[in-house]
């Protein structure tokens, strides 16, 4: 979002609070924001606390001195977004029937910004009909509508309304700035480790955070794909507008995967997925008894190999990762050919910049025809949309 012009609307609900936050890490992400409010919002936030963290001034009466005569028609023509967050029943009506009655309405009117809208309201206003039917025509207009959470709210009663996370709005904004050159294509993408029991307290797993599969899942969600992530356990966050299958073992991830990859166009098998589980998981923990211990390990399903042998009949592009410590480039180019994959992806986790709990990688990106492409030090989100650009112009024929 850098260097992006944005507008954060505010209105006068008790959630204006948190548009707040929502300014700070639009700033910090390098936008450049402008705040107009309600006469109503100022009543719940100062204006001067939005000029804090936006650094700029806060418009909010259409004929104060400061208030440039056009900006309530320039603003919102010559910004990339305007977020309304909170966005009231009163102004969604305002919205929805061209009201124009202050500074913010009046800008909306006039704007040809993309507009997302961000409703907070009692959980029986939002399903008033005339509210459902008021967010109903001003979606029909152009307008993008974000769903409120469910929960407890100001007004001691729980179910839907509550103004979504400053974060999860960041993020929608984010889509709506760039480039949906994958909108309509469905991407499955298996992330993290998984862990396979010995007794109930035991496990075997490996050291992967999930890392990279997140930054795909969400690079790709960006771009305006469909996205179903298969994950093991960790500790991230699921990225915003993903459908997310939390496994544990590997069974569990071979289910999930051949639950979805029919329908799959693109799949990216990030995940660390154990190669051998114990042969019987105890019932009770083991207690200390010999010396040593011996464990009858026995394979677990290849789940890259099966999908390697259906990719004929479903026709999707299969990518994997290839996680070496040794003989990189030869390891990766034999599991290329061994799981009739269409690219592999080659990094030396041996390494402390790019190994499984690192934020950035160094990779190879291996093809088909033998090509190899080397990349730089990345961030693992910047590795994520380099490879997504391959992938893209793979089935687009492009070279």
């Given at each position: 979002?850098?260097?992006?012009?944005?507008?954060?609307?505010?209105?006068?609900?008790?959630?204006?609070y948190?548009?707040?936050?929502?300014?700070r890490?639009?700033?910090?992400?390098?936008?450049?924001?402008?705040?107009?409010?309600?006469?109503?919002?100022?009543?719940?936030v100062?204006?001067?606390?939005f000029?804090?963290?936006?650094?700029?001034?806060?418009v909010?009466?259409?004929?104060?001195?400061?208030?440039?005569?056009?900006?309530?028609?320039?603003l919102?023509q010559?910004?990339?977004?305007?977020?309304?967050?909170?966005?009231?029943?009163?102004?969604?009506?305002?919205?929805?029937?061209?009201?124009?009655?202050?500074?913010?309405?009046?800008?909306?009117?006039?704007?040809?910004?993309?507009?997302?809208?961000?409703p907070?309201?009692?959980?029986?206003?939002?399903?008033?009909?005339?509210?459902?039917?008021?967010l109903?025509?001003?979606?029909?207009?152009?307008?993008?509508?974000?769903?409120?959470?469910?929960?407890?709210?100001?007004?001691?009663?729980?179910?839907?309304?509550r103004?979504?996370?400053?974060?999860?709005?960041?993020?929608?904004?984010?889509?709506?700035?760039?480039?949906?050159?994958?909108?309509?294509?469905?991407?499955?993408?298996?992330?993290?480790?998984?862990?396979?029991?010995?007794?109930?307290?035991?496990?075997?797993?490996?050291?992967s955070?999930?890392?990279?599969?997140?930054?795909?899942?969400?690079?790709?969600?960006?771009?305006?794909?469909?996205?179903?992530?298969?994950?093991?356990p960790?500790?991230?966050?699921?990225?915003?507008?993903?459908?997310v299958?939390?496994i544990?073992?590997?069974?569990?991830?071979?289910?999930?995967?051949?639950?979805?990859?029919?329908?799959?166009d693109?799949?990216?098998k990030?995940?660390?997925?154990?190669?051998?589980?114990?042969?019987?998981?105890?019932?009770?923990?083991?207690?200390?008894?010999?010396?040593?211990?011996?464990?009858?390990?026995?394979?677990?399903?290849?789940?890259?190999?099966?999908?390697?042998?259906?990719?004929?009949?479903?026709?999707?592009?299969l990518?994997?990762?290839?996680?070496?410590?040794?003989?990189?480039?030869?390891?990766?180019?034999?599991?290329?050919r061994?799981?009739?994959?269409?690219?592999?992806?080659?990094?030396?986790?041996?390494?402390?910049?790019?190994?499984?709990?690192?934020?950035t990688?160094?990779?190879?990106?291996?093809y088909?025809?033998?090509?190899?492409?080397?990349?730089?030090?990345?961030?693992?989100?910047?590795?994520?949309?380099?490879?997504?650009?391959?992938?893209?112009?793979?089935?687009?024929?492009?070279?």
């Amino acid at each position: 979002m850098k260097d992006k012009k944005i507008i954060v609307g505010v209105t006068g609900g008790i959630a204006a609070y948190k548009a707040a936050e929502l300014v700070r890490i639009l700033a910090r992400a390098g936008a450049h924001i402008q705040v107009a409010m309600t006469a109503s919002a100022t009543k719940f936030v100062a204006p001067l606390t939005f000029e804090t963290v936006s650094g700029n001034r806060v418009v909010w009466d259409m004929f104060d001195r400061g208030t440039a005569p056009l900006d309530h028609i320039q603003l919102g023509q010559e910004s990339d977004l305007i977020i309304v967050a909170p966005a009231t029943a009163n102004f969604i009506a305002k919205m929805a029937h061209g009201i124009a009655d202050d500074f913010l309405s009046t800008m909306v009117l006039a704007a040809t910004a993309r507009i997302l809208v961000c409703p907070s309201m009692n959980s029986q206003m939002f399903v008033n009909p005339v509210v459902q039917e008021n967010l109903k025509r001003i979606a029909g207009m152009g307008s993008v509508i974000m769903e409120p959470g469910e929960g407890e709210l100001a007004c001691q009663t729980e179910g839907p309304g509550r103004l979504p996370e400053p974060e999860d709005i960041a993020e929608q904004a984010r889509m709506l700035l760039s480039q949906q050159d994958l909108s309509g294509l469905k991407v499955l993408v298996t992330s993290g480790a998984t862990i396979e029991s010995i007794d109930p307290v035991r496990y075997i797993t490996n050291r992967s955070t999930g890392k990279m599969g997140y930054a795909l899942a969400r690079a790709a969600r960006l771009r305006g794909a469909s996205v179903t992530l298969v994950s093991g356990p960790t500790a991230l966050e699921p990225p915003y507008g993903v459908q997310v299958r939390e496994i544990k073992t590997a069974e569990e991830m071979k289910q999930a995967v051949f639950d979805n990859h029919t329908d799959s166009d693109i799949i990216i098998k990030a995940a660390a997925v154990s190669d051998y589980r114990p042969r019987n998981s105890a019932q009770q923990k083991i207690k200390k008894g010999e010396e040593s211990l011996t464990l009858d390990l026995v394979r677990n399903p290849d789940i890259l190999e099966e999908l390697g042998k259906a990719k004929t009949d479903s026709g999707y592009t299969l990518v994997g990762f290839a996680a070496e410590t040794e003989e990189l480039l030869k390891n990766a180019t034999e599991k290329l050919r061994k799981k009739n994959l269409d690219i592999i992806v080659a990094n030396d986790v041996s390494r402390e910049d790019a190994g499984f709990e690192s934020d950035t990688n160094l990779v190879k990106i291996i093809y088909r025809d033998g090509s190899i492409e080397e990349l730089p030090l990345m961030t693992k989100d910047d590795v994520a949309n380099h490879l997504l650009d391959r992938i893209k112009e793979l089935r687009e024929g492009g070279s």
